[in-house]
């Protein structure tokens, strides 16, 4: 493979999940680069990162899950990477998978791909209520930009360097997945879905808890149908 790729891992109090992933990843995806973003975890993330010679740049505060997947965007993007990868610093995503998810883009197939836990259908399903909230989003997205979206909260996802020049100058702050398929698609972005197996959270606790499902069905919901009144300017410096 002659594609640079860059893991991109946000990590907010993942301590106990860095060194381990970071191995599995030496160990299933030699070939790709990565890089942790310590989103101001309050735990010892920075100092396991620094004591293992862990790639990794530490953010002051804490931005939240889009600001700190928006600043693994403009690294890769400004240091010439073809291919930028999402992966969750819990070890819900599987390196093993990195291969398939960025075949489509590199047979120009696809600028962006998402690994979706539906399609098959194996694997950790997470719970009923949040895969009730999930349909709704796919159901929101299908009326929105007509795309056949079956797991819009996924994310373990792909982008060229097009995506990555999209997301380097605009990417949402909260719950960012499914709103930044919208904004995908009105960039005329093409998107397709590969089936995965995902996990359990190896430790560590979900941001998502409590009341906060209903509160990311509400607000995603409206941020993406805001998505539909915002200007439609293609930018002229994208590459792909």
């Known amino acids: 493979m002659n594609k640079r790729v860059l ?24 070939q790709v680069d990565y890089l942790i973003v310590n989103d101001g975890s309050t735990d010892n993330t920075k100092s396991v990162c620094e004591n293992n010679q862990i790639n990794a740049v530490h953010l002051p505060c804490n931005l939240g899950i889009g600001g700190a997947v928006q600043t693994g965007y403009l690294y890769a993007y400004r240091r010439q990477y073809d291919i930028a990868v999402q992966l969750d610093g819990d070890g819900q995503h599987d390196p093993a998978y990195i291969s398939e998810l960025i075949q489509p883009i590199i047979d120009q197939k696809a600028d962006f791909v998402i690994g979706s836990r539906f399609i098959e259908g ?35 996802r792909a982008g060229n360097r097009s995506v990555m020049s999209i997301f380097s100058d605009y990417y949402p702050k909260d719950y960012p997945e499914p709103e930044s398929i919208a904004d995908l698609y009105r960039y005329h972005q093409k998107i397709v879905e590969i089936p995965v197996i995902m996990r359990e959270r190896k430790s560590g606790v979900s941001s998502i808890r409590l009341l906060k499902p209903i509160y990311y069905m509400i607000k995603v919901t409206f941020a993406i149908l805001i998505s539909r009144l915002k200007k439609h300017t293609i930018k002229e410096d994208i590459q792909r």
Request: net charge positive.
């Open 122 to 156: 194996c694997g950790f399903q997470s719970s009923n209520f949040r895969r009730l909230g999930i349909r709704w989003l796919n159901g929101i997205l299908k009326r929105i930009t007509g795309l056949n979206i079956t797991d819009a909260t996924s994310g373990f």
């Open 7 to 30: 893991l991109i891992i946000p990590a907010y109090n993942e301590a106990a999940n860095i060194v381990g992933l970071v191995h599995e990843i030496q160990a299933k995806a030699p």
